[in-house]
């Protein structure tokens, strides 16, 4: 939850905007301004994006201030432009772009000052919720920018932390129970969360199996190997038969026993059928998740990696399952869909316009989220066919048939 004090607002931003620039830090203005893929944005995009929305919220709705740029915001607003035509658009950047960060982030703070954070009439201060939204929101895009980072050749990280991929593994089963009955599903009505994370509502779920642990490059290896299915993102052939994968310019082999990552929903999906299981729905997936402990886990970015499967074991979850929270984003079998009695706050266009069939949810985080930002009721989403995410998968089956 969000420090309540003025004092700790301003810290909580100047954090978020430290990672943001500690991971461009390495980056030139060329490098900043490329359109490196149609799916993802310019990284100057993303920065202006962060500014702007910072200033819409902080600064323009809560402080009532006119904008620094005029109607540039139009520029920046997420739905009306594809991340395809992001590249084109007359953004700002390199020095203008530096500027206008911290412009806004002065202004915020000046606003800042002037308001009353246990205003109980505001929604948008109650428990800090618009503070608590901008901090996460600017983490969010850190994530995004490290899956472009990904792609550029030579990226040497400013920091790191190489401890998540020396955790030790624990043994374990292949598969764990999950009981049956009633569970809890969704984000309590204290504390900050999404508005598609309530409200909390019971669901009756079957006991289902899931298994331990996330599924391991080896086992996708096979599964690849097997069945002519398409290799994970960034991987290829070595020219001896094998696999190395390539990312920020850098080759080497998957290593067999760390979390795959980079699989669409689709490959997912195929996946687990091959295995003789099924996806979870997101329902089970947060079922199995009560207990796990996102202090003790591979996540805060600074690893650049994955730690291996069956790792963390002295946090696992109640069911027994590890790695319930980081390291890879896990696909379900669910559509992105409102909770009953959903209602969109604080726009619509956060969640709503994204409910339907066309998008699946993933949970659980990766090692490229932030910390504060994953919780067990934490919704993401994304198209089936999207691989670029930090993305892997765990299988279920039902508990109605033989034992794993």
């Known amino acids: 939850m969000i420090a309540s004090t003025k004092e700790g607002i301003a810290t909580r931003l100047a954090e978020a905007r430290a990672r943001t620039l500690l991971l461009l830090e390495p980056l030139d203005d060329e490098q900043l301004n490329r359109v490196y893929s149609p799916i993802l944005s310019p990284l100057a995009w993303d920065l202006g994006h962060i500014a702007n929305f910072e200033e819409l919220w ?57 308001i009353e954070l246990d205003d109980s009439d505001a929604p948008l201060l109650r428990d800090g919720f618009a503070y608590e939204m901008l901090i996460a929101h600017e983490h969010q895009h850190n994530e995004t920018m490290l899956q472009l980072l990904q792609m550029v050749e030579h990226y040497e990280p400013a920091s790191g932390d190489p401890d998540p991929a020396a955790e030790p593994v624990a043994d374990g089963p292949e598969m764990v129970l999950v009981e049956g009955g009633e569970h809890e599903i969704g984000a309590a009505n204290a504390g900050f969360a999404y508005d598609n994370e309530r409200p909390r509502h019971t669901v009756a779920l079957d006991p289902f199996w ?143 316009v994204f409910f339907g069939e066309q998008y699946k949810v993933l949970r659980g985080g990766a090692w490229a989220t932030r910390r504060n930002v994953i919780r067990s009721s934490f919704r993401n989403w994304d198209l089936p066919e999207r691989r670029q995410i930090f993305a892997g998968l765990r299988c279920a089956k039902d508990a109605s048939g033989p034992d794993p």
């Open 210 to 352: 899931i298994d331990r642990r996330p599924v391991t490059n080896a086992e996708y290896t096979r599964f690849v190997e097997e069945t002519g299915a398409e290799a994970p993102m960034y991987w290829e052939r070595d020219g001896d038969g094998g696999w190395i994968r390539t990312v920020m310019g850098r080759s080497e082999p998957p290593a067999p026993e760390h979390p795959v990552v980079h699989v669409s929903w689709d490959e997912a999906d195929a996946f687990a059928r091959w295995a003789g299981k099924r996806l979870p729905s997101e329902h089970e997936w947060e079922a199995a998740c009560a207990g796990a402990d996102r202090e003790r886990a591979n996540l805060d970015q600074l690893a650049f990696g994955t730690a291996p499967g069956g790792a963390y074991a002295d946090a696992a979850a109640d069911c027994g399952a590890v790695q319930m929270l980081g390291d890879v984003w896990e696909w379900t079998a669910s559509d992105f869909q409102a909770h009953p009695g959903f209602e969109p706050f604080p726009y619509p266009e956060y969640s709503q």
């Open 58 to 114: 902080l600064v323009q709705t809560i402080g009532g201030r006119e904008p620094l740029h005029g109607d540039i915001g139009r520029f920046y607003d997420a739905i009306e432009n594809p991340r395809k035509t992001r590249g084109e658009l007359p953004i700002l950047r390199d020095a203008e772009l530096r500027s206008y960060l911290e412009q806004v982030r002065e202004r915020t703070l000046e606003v800042l000052d002037e």
